[in-house]
């Protein structure tokens, strides 16, 4: 969420910054509201001023035996008190209204973020790996001998409807392998502390985080009123929802492996085969909570987490950043890294690696306490995928196919599959 301090003070700079991410100017209409909301306030604490003042010339003119004078500062007391509730009423309902638009509003881009209206815009930074040379013709994932027994979309259609699979057999053992695989390198590793959270949140934890009131759709929510999780940044960041920490904490660093919910809204016809893009998946998620001077470096740590899982399994990969018009709602900056995929002949996205400034922060009141003293700041939050599941199982089949349908499977997986690292040509581990 903004502060409507800094928006005061450079409206001008606000908007332009929105125009980067192509939005429309609302400086002018959020200054207004904040002003009718202040001339609220001071209005209530002016009446309650009157209010205490006749309050005290009531008992001199009781005591004065002036009754006329006594009645009339009486029904003045009562009448500045009615104001004051009024005045006050008024004020707090200005007050949510600014805060209701507040958090509508995306974060805006950092300086260095690079100006583009889609994913087309984004600018690549680096790549690692060179494509294994293929005398075949590589195949989706979903059509690789080996996988076809193990990656089940009509029986988990029959069960659960469209976007979803059943994995079995050597290809559910891989999937686990991995998720296990990337909690061990960022625990011992990277240092991150691992957390296994609730995937039922409440609506200020989603609002906390940025996915609540703006975009609803793109997640499940329970007759109870509980939202599943459409990644476990949601569960980690609010950890420090609604809490001050002392310096000395940060950064705290998480990670943890769950199951995600998306609803996939508007992406009706887009990745429709296999299993690139369902409504149920697993990630294993990383989330920092830092000093404010540290944040960047901590984004480029991140990073560098998420590219050393696909360095150990062997993936090549390309690393963006995107520009201000692909960006998510929450973020300030985000990396995103693609996966080759030689089946589509192409790099997909497999982490997104975001800082989000004190845009979270402010949304959940998260703070901390200088050591060297002086009033508590906001922290800054980060988060990215290290990795997801199922888009690495994706890479690691197609990466590792070959010509007679089997697979071979990168060794850093050897002590998670039994020393097993080639998927048969039915299915089995071998």
């Given at each position: ?47 309650q ?7 005290k ?48 509003i ?84 990277n ?19 940025g996915?609540?009131?703006?975009f ?41 492996h ?28 990383m ?10 470096d ?27 018009g ?8 985000t990396y ?29 009141n ?14 800054h ?27 071979t ?12 690292l ?9």
């Open positions: 969420m903004h502060d409507i301090r800094a928006i005061r003070e450079n409206p001008a700079a606000f908007d332009a910054a929105l125009a980067r991410r192509g939005d429309a100017p609302v400086s002018s209409d959020l200054l207004r509201l904040d002003e009718s909301r202040r001339a609220k306030i001071l209005a209530a604490e002016t009446a001023a009157e209010q205490n003042k006749a309050s010339e009531v008992g001199a003119a009781k005591g004065r035996g002036d009754e006329a004078e006594f009645e009339r500062l009486r029904a003045l007391v009562a009448d500045k008190k009615a104001e004051v509730a009024r005045m006050q009423t008024e004020a707090k309902d200005l007050d949510a209204l600014l805060t209701d638009q507040l958090i509508r995306a974060n805006l881009p950092a300086e260095d973020v690079p100006e583009g209206a889609d994913e087309d815009d984004n600018v690549e930074i680096g790549r690692w790996g060179t494509p294994r040379a293929l005398d075949f013709a590589p195949k989706e994932h979903f059509e690789i001998e080996a996988v076809q027994n193990g990656m089940d979309f009509e029986t988990a259609a029959k069960l659960s409807g469209s976007r979803f699979v059943l994995l079995s057999g050597g290809v559910a053992r891989i999937h686990r392998a991995l998720a296990q695989f990337m909690l061990d390198t960022h625990i011992n590793e240092e991150l502390t691992e957390v296994n959270g609730p995937v039922l949140v409440l609506s200020e934890m989603m609002q906390g985080t996915q609540l009131p703006k609803g759709e793109d997640s499940y929510q329970t007759r109870e009123g509980w939202w599943l999780i459409p990644t476990s940044e949601v569960s980690l960041t609010n950890i420090v929802n609604d809490t001050m920490i002392e310096e000395s904490y940060l950064p705290s660093r998480y990670t943890a769950s199951l995600c919910f998306r609803s996939e809204a508007g992406s009706a016809g887009k990745d429709t085969r296999g299993m690139l893009r369902q409504h149920q998946f697993e990630k294993v998620e989330v920092s909570v830092t000093h404010p001077d540290k944040s960047d901590e984004q480029k740590r991140m990073l560098r987490c998420a590219e050393g899982i696909l360095e150990k399994l062997g993936i090549p990969y390309r690393t963006l950043i995107l520009c201000t692909d960006m998510g709602f929450s973020a300030r900056r995103d890294i693609e996966a080759w995929l030689p089946g589509q002949d192409t790099y997909r996205e497999i982490s997104s690696v975001s800082t989000c400034g004190d845009f979270q922060a402010r949304r959940m998260a703070r901390f306490r200088p050591e060297a003293g002086g009033k508590p700041e906001h922290v939050t980060l988060n990215g995928s290290g990795l997801a599941v199922g888009r690495c199982l994706i890479a690691v089949l197609e990466n590792g196919q070959n010509a007679d349908g089997t697979v499977l990168p060794e850093v997986l050897a002590p998670y599959l039994g020393g097993k080639t998927l048969k040509a039915d299915g089995t581990l071998a």
